[in-house]
């Protein structure tokens, strides 16, 4: 298994930016894939953006595309989200990801999660 420690959540204006980044450990040799995950309050956890950890392809949800780049850093083996012009729909818990069989827009399809860390977009 794949531990991931998450840092770079906060509080920013609508329109900021912020930096999300999950540092993995463990059984990294093994990862297929790293995504970022959110969950708002009363809502289900939706899937954000996604990395192969090998071809570097990125997926994202519809909402954020434009906004938010997902990248990799194989030699750290580290995953960051970048968020531009915040909105405060993107208010959310943000959890991150690790696989060694998929990237999937599925919950279900991950192995490895983080503690979640928290984002708020001040309207």
């Known amino acids: 298994q794949v531990q991931l420690v998450e840092s770079g959540g906060g509080l920013v204006q609508v329109g900021g930016s912020l930096r999300l980044s999950c540092a993995a450990s463990?059984?990294?040799?093994?990862?297929?894939?790293m995504g970022w995950f959110r969950q708002a309050p009363g809502k289900e956890r939706e899937f954000v953006a996604a990395?192969?950890?090998?071809?570097?392809?990125?997926d994202y949800v519809d909402s954020v595309k434009g906004r938010f780049t997902i990248s990799r850093d194989v030699a750290k083996n580290t995953v960051n989200l970048r968020m531009l012009s915040l909105k405060p729909e993107d208010t959310a818990v943000y959890y991150c990801?690790?696989?060694?069989?998929?990237?999937?827009?599925?919950?279900?399809?991950?192995?490895?999660w983080g503690q979640g860390t928290q984002v708020t977009v001040s309207s």
């Open positions: 990395i192969s950890w090998s071809s570097g392809r990125t």
């Open positions: 990801a690790a696989s060694d069989t998929t990237v999937s827009r599925y919950v279900t399809g991950w192995r490895d």
């Open positions: 463990g059984r990294t040799f093994s990862m297929y894939g």
